[in-house]
């Protein structure tokens, strides 16, 4: 008891000095070099906007051949690059494929050009070089200085709008560029059609319609220029149109309000004087350019940069404090502040300020009681990503499973999200991983939507035959090899994914709510199919022919062609995390299965299997355990249900110390838009949800000292580690609320209710 | 007084017989063959849709060169043709160059085929042969058997649906083709992207992109099948799209409910027994695709064809009932009521059921308090077919104002339209003739818009210096030949638009609208700009340079090169329709005028000058006299001006005798959206609007025995031509409500109040 009281008043007094300056530890640029992905411009928390510099135009292919170079361009931003291409305003975040890079902004001084040059010919372009010496990056502000021209540009964002501020230093003719071909990933090849209007001579507005990852989808704009422009022109760079008759008699060229093509690029020119600043506000809109205009009005209505930009920093300290932690230096507090950063970038806003947002059948739609959210990388984000905001996002968690449930109403394949941006479902990955994140929901019991509503549309999702390899999976307990090169991954997935119907069901019927009482059985009866592509032979899951017999050809540590995806046999055969207990038993028992395990962790992978996949890099690996790429994520995690939780304690530290540094080319893997970095912050915490879709959290070793998570309820939950230290990363015993835990996890509620989790370090 | 009465009572009675059946006197095929440029579809008044066969698809370009053959299929159907493509859903009536043509649907038996088919060898595509013997048009209602496949295909039409019935003689396997490549005009060429949703088995939905004479042109769809689709499937003809991924997982072409690309046909496949009917409606819409089913839902919900063909007819008899003659013959009539339904196409409602509809910013807006309009052949239908609508067509001539004026409103370079179509300015032909349109609306009292506003979109129009010239007309009182090559025609109409602001502005200030008092005199000064290209050695209109001095080579025969458009400085010159007095002057006084109009008509043109223009025939002129184009249409009633009205009379009733005939090739020139029927419809009438903006027709000589126009005010006002003949074309007398005319004209306001018209003739 004496205990409890320490806690409750000493840990506020002990995070208190952070309290309005977490900000400090963000550091935009860890993971901008190599496989991170990620990009270090300026945004608000889940923002629309993502306004950033992109510093390449690597094509994604070059005559018909893909370039795997474009691959560390999916956040428009390489580190070791030397050039700035401009600014665009929409961003990825740790995604392993890409598209966007909207509506790109570049300030030039000189002789105007409209091309953006070349990585080794800048002068040639309207690019520039720079220094990472000028750059500073926080959570939403940018800055460099654009050497070629001399000029400061300053990046800050609300959640729609993007504003540049560029100071022409030795002021003389100035050019704004405004690249609407620009893009990430199939640069200059993807558009489908651009228009562009200048309404007066401080506001232009347009959008921009790409066939990318997403299929359909339009970028609208409105940017407001804080001093008049004093003349602009346009060129398109796409085949001259068949007929365009009466346009002729019209230059377009120069000063005409109207463009449209499919590959504009226009410039807007000033004369400044040394020093003279000028403020660029852009606003996006998934609806309209009246949206967009909407969108500005709200939430930029003056050029004050200043404002805007402390209002940011004023938005990331709220997110920000909703964890407050103490580690043990300063580099771990680096890192767990960039990961809750890099956490709370996606899903992204897509709704106007008046709730407006283009939905998946292309209609314009009204978010009614909800914000309407989008960049849904569910494959990755619903391991852990979604599991931490239902503890510290839980209004967004309503938000973004009504945003999925519009989308399921608006899909004509009835189906909820797979992998879906901006009004369109691109299919990226496997299984229906909306589902967990909506069952997790349902099962932690987060209000603020329809849970008979949200269970029907998971039903139906699971049920859809046509999709890859369903109908195979329900008749036949597994989906074939011959179906999908991916027989195995899928088949674990669906398994997983149909128990979490299963728990949600459980809970609904449970609360009397209206719910099919079949369906747990159904889905718990599908749950087990994992056992069908168990192959005992080899000790691995392994894919499963029409007939019934496995696959002769198997190479259990390739990642390729093996009937896995970014995953081999040795990583993707733990896969089945509602059921740990049937999976070890089915190994063999606790003790070949620790051996297993161990031998993951330990093993040497050949060389060859490094060279075949583009997401993995020594530096993601231990052995052969992936920490790179999401299907091993739970697995240190699987020692606790063998018996051996210290062997989970050693690898959870092993893995924060080791694959998560306080550097630009700090992340080992893609982030994808947040799992890599909720990992951390769970296992920093010391828990960690293994089976999402339960309200049970594995306990870990944490790596705070101290920590305090204010909850949305009023509350607030804290962890402890009491003789912490860099070596001592065993648990000797843990304490809720002054009472030891004989169990290796707590529950959901736990944390919700308040209290205090005391992990007694050796 | 006794006469006054005859005709009060007898007039009804004599005209009576036609009340319920004036669809009759319509023949759609009226200038489907070679000129005219009409379609023989079905459609209603104004109607959205406008579903018609296409019978060919020649591009607009082979290899980069204009094929001249394109021209022929502004209206996609040529009546020499053999083959039918299919029935699309758009189509511009009479125009001199086109678009349009989307979402061609096409019934089809055996085998499926997805490529049209060329007219030579049309089995090897989805087309058919069809012959005369099995078409029927008549208002709203089109059928036609379709050999190749022995299907029976009807058609009708609401405002915003077109309903179609196929009949599958033989039953057996029947697929509805669905291209969405398909167009008129730059076939195969201008898609920008098309989009497909397979909503159910009897819903589809879509839209479709275009790059053509409208610039940035999307039609959504909704089309609803009677009976379910058995199967169905997609190609897209574009080339690959460059980045595909995880889409290839699903085979998207059969049965995949979704598809997008720039060039996508789609096929719905049927069994159907012997003398099955598949009714199939499609909604349109100009905002999205929900904005098409609401469309759908409103207007056509059931399948049933009867019903919808019974309204549409009833809908034509109410509209072509405004106008109630008695002619000489059958024949007569026929041209008579095709002319008023030509008169009665355009322009076309572009708004859904609830009023949004897609502005020229390419944004939604709700059209309130009226009914938005598109489509506006303004050079064309200023002259004749707007004037007419103010006398039969008043709600409509407010709607349309408030279009134009919404037009205005969204207008980035602040003009009210010019020649627009389908939220686009195409900037086609020259003038601001959207001016007369509505000073003419002013002067005439039209109620339904706000004066002080239209007038101020007037004036800014008119003072818009980058417009083609205007710098220059407002600087030198012309526009140079250096500018353009139409300069003088330029001038010209500038000078007679300019006129109209006068009118208007003058009728405000009268009735004490908020008018400013200046403009009056600045654009009467305007008005006069016509004697700063009078070139008075040569006696006709000629190029002006910049520095002052007319432009030496000059061929007053030659439609080219010359300094006019769609006309020669023997037409063109006789331009002044604000001041015939003023310009009869010029010309050396009325002896010299009359002997000079005589000249136009009787002169013998060399067949040179045939060759060189694409719109004139031999049919369309008599002797110089060009009736094929616009420019001349006031030219027969100049006559009255210089005193001699005899001479008016016999040129008016010879161009009605010999210009129109009641035969698929009976148009001398382009209908152009109206024009040439509206000058048909009021010189049977026996008056013409010389100068719309002024109260005053001018009187001709009436084809008409007797005459009723029923007004929207209640009233009526009836013509007589007392003691008529096929040889009795010129006016003894004229009495109005029973008093001798002692002018050469009516006014306005005496057709309003209702009365009697009496020609005598002899």
Redesign the interface.
């Known amino acids: 008891m004496k205990r409890f009281f320490f806690f409750l008043i000493l840990i506020p007094v002990l995070l208190h000095g952070q309290d309005d300056n977490l900000t400090q530890f963000v550091n935009p640029f860890i993971g901008t070099d190599r496989m991170g992905h990620t990009y270090p411009g300026a945004t608000v928390p889940f923002g629309m906007v993502q306004l950033s510099p992109d510093t390449d135009t690597i094509p994604?292919?070059t005559g018909g051949k893909y370039n795997p170079d474009v691959y560390k361009y999916c956040a428009g931003y390489q580190y070791d690059d030397k050039t700035i291409v401009g600014f665009s305003h929409t961003h990825f975040s740790g995604t392993g494929?890409s598209d966007l890079g909207d509506i790109l902004l570049m300030p030039t001084t000189g002789k105007l050009q409209l091309n953006p040059g070349t990585a080794g010919a800048p002068e040639k372009g309207y690019r520039s070089c720079f220094s990472h010496d000028t750059e500073i990056a926080s959570p939403g502000y940018y800055a460099v200085t654009l050497e070629d021209h001399n000029i400061r540009a300053e990046l800050t964002a609300t959640t729609r709008t993007g504003i540049h501020r560029y100071t022409f230093s030795e002021g003389g003719d100035a050019h704004i560029i405004l690249d609407m071909i620009h893009g990430i990933?199939?640069y200059d090849?993807?558009n489908?059609?651009t228009?562009l209007?200048?309404?007066n001579d401080t506001l232009v507005?347009g959008?921009r319609?790409t066939?990318?990852?997403a299929?359909?989808r339009t970028v609208y704009f409105a940017i407001a220029f804080s001093k008049p422009v004093e003349s602009y022109g346009f060129a398109n760079f796409s085949p001259a149109?068949?007929?365009r008759?009466?346009?002729r008699?019209?230059d377009q060229r120069t000063?005409f309000?109207?463009a449209?093509?499919?590959k504009i690029r226009g410039h807007f020119d000033f004369s400044t004087v040394p020093g003279e600043q000028i403020t660029v506000r852009v606003a996006l809109s998934p609806v309209?350019?009246?949206g967009a205009v909407d969108n500005l009005i709200s939430e930029a209505p003056t050029s004050d940069f200043a404002s805007v930009r402390e209002a940011a920093r004023l938005t990331w300290e709220k997110e920000l404090g909703r964890v407050r932690v103490k580690m043990m230096n300063r580099d771990q507090t680096v890192n767990f502040y960039t990961a809750l950063y890099h956490a709370f970038l996606s899903p992204t806003v897509y709704s106007d300020t008046d709730n407006g947002y283009k939905g998946l059948?292309?209609?314009?739609h009204y978010a009614e009681g909800f914000d309407n959210y989008t960049t849904f990388s569910l494959w990755d984000t619903y391991r852990a990503l979604h599991p931490l905001f239902t503890v510290i996002q839980q209004k967004r968690t309503a938000d973004i499973v009504n945003s999925m449930l519009a989308h399921y109403d608006q899909s004509?394949?009835n189906m909820l999200p797979v992998?879906s941006h901006y009004a369109n479902e691109?299919?990226?990955?496997i299984g229906y991983h909306a589902v967990p994140v909506i069952a997790d929901a349902i099962v932690k019991k987060i209000p603020g939507f329809d849970y008979g509503r949200a269970l029907e549309a998971c039903v139906t999702t699971a049920r859809n035959g046509?999709?890859?390899g369903l109908d195979d999976y329900m008749r036949l307990g597994y989906v074939t090899d011959e179906r999908?090169g991916s027989s195995v991954s899928v088949t674990l997935e669906y398994a997983y994914d149909d128990w979490c119907i299963a728990q949600a069901d459980g809970v609904l019927r449970e609360k009397l709510f209206n719910s099919d009482t079949s369906l747990a059985g159904e889905f718990l009866r599908r749950s087990q199919n994992y056992r069908n592509v168990w192959d005992a032979s080899t000790g691995f899951m392994r894919p499963r022919l029409a007939d019934g017999g496995f696959r002769k050809e198997f190479d259990v540590l390739s990642t390729h062609g093996q009937g896995f995806i970014e995953g081999n046999a040795w990583n993707y055969s733990l896969y089945v995390p509602q059921d740990p207990e049937g999976m070890i038993s089915l190994m063999g028992g606790r003790k070949r299965f620790v051996e297993h395990l161990d031998s993951l962790f330990t093993m040497d992978l050949p060389d060859s299997y490094f060279a075949e996949t583009e997401d993995i890099t020594r530096e993601g690996i231990i052995g052969n355990y992936v920490h790179g790429n999401e299907p091993s994520h739970h697995v240190p995690y699987l020692f606790n249900y063998a018996g051996e939780p210290r062997k989970t304690q050693y690898r959870v530290r092993q893995i924060m110390d080791a694959k998560y540094l306080p550097a630009p080319d700090g992340l080992s893997g893609n982030d994808d838009c947040g799992q890599m970095s909720a990992w951390y912050i769970f296992s920093a915490l010391g828990f960690y949800p293994v089976a999402p879709g339960s309200d049970r959290y594995d306990l870990g070793s944490p790596l705070v000292k101290e920590a305090v998570i204010n909850l949305e309820n009023g509350k607030s939950f804290s962890v402890s580690a009491v003789n912490q230290g860099p070596g001592n990363v065993y648990v000797k015993k843990v304490e809720l609320n002054g009472q030891k835990l004989d169990r290796l996890w707590i529950k959901h509620d736990e944390i919700m209710q308040g209290g205090h989790l005391v992990f007694y370090m050796k």
Chains 1, 2 share one sequence.
């Open positions: 994604y292919e494929h990933y199939n090849s993807k489908v059609w228009f209007r200048v309404e507005t959008y319609q066939n990318g990852w299929r359909t149109q068949v007929y008759g009466f346009w008699r019209f000063d309000p109207e449209a093509g499919a309209s350019t009246a059948d292309q209609n314009t004509v394949h992998w691109n299919w990226c990955m046509w999709y890859d999908t």
